[in-house]
């Protein structure tokens, strides 16, 4: 939010105690946006400040602002602008006549439009399992940037040869950036006895996880997950959802998607290296194709 209001005092600000309406973003400082001492600001001033005798802002003169509200879409990396919110900015009246402001979707930003309709818990279902329990999807994934779908067989020597090496990264990755990503276990096993959960005594699963009868299907109904062939063949399941919405023809799968718009960013199957030499299998990462934040987490035994 970069105030123009005219008057300090009108400023709602991000911590105002008593405020009727506290301000929703995270917000530029009033005297850093408007000017103090003489001096102009970064902001923009409107024409009554102006006309005041208060010099145009910074930002104000560089994207040529003349009116509000202004919609600014910038490059998060270096700045860039990408979008004008004159683009995209609908403006209505009801028959109140009260202004009404909304997105054209066929011209905001996509990944807005994606997480605009977009729920987690649309997605994997209402709860995960954790270690303290089932929890609501949303709280566990609540913050990440990015959420790694893991669609895996414990019984799976291909997936239980991959699971170290993603648990000791995600592990690296977490201990320098909490936030970064959590990997979501989407269980294919074809037994409930074989699954391992995330709360069972012994050797539980590592990561949150879909229970195991939202990803493979109950009483006759269709899972969210992916179902292994003899799920299909010897127990007649359908395939899950989003087993059909991905494709996956065998397990281990990893998708590291964005965590907004459940946008995949990144695809196992382009950075996950297989080798199978006699009876030993292994299941490493090419250190130049895993996702950028991974990369300083890679163990040195995980690198292909």
Known sequence: YIPAEVQAESFRGVTTQDAERPQLFASMPWETS?????????GFARKKAVQEGRPQGALGEKFGVKSLPKLIVLDGKNGRKLLDGDNFVV????????VIFSFNDDLAPETWVAAKNFSWSGMLGPSLQTLDGLKPTEDVLKGKKQVALFFADIKCPFCSAFEPNLQATIQNLKAKDPSDTEVVYI???????????ATNDGTPQPFPCMPWET?????????LGFVRKK???QFGRVQGALGERFGIGAVPRLYVCDAISGKVQYEGEKFIVEKEEGDVISMTFDAEEVPPSWKESLPKTAVA
């Open 215 to 223: 990803s493979q299907g109950s009483d006759g109904k269709p899972g």
């Open 91 to 98: 403006e209505t009246e009801d028959s109140a006549k009260n």
């Open 231 to 233: 799920g299909r063949e």
């Open 34 to 42: 408007q000017g103090s001492g003489g001096k102009a600001g970064l």
């Open 187 to 197: 269980p294919a096993e074809v037994q409930a006895e074989s699954f391992r959960g």
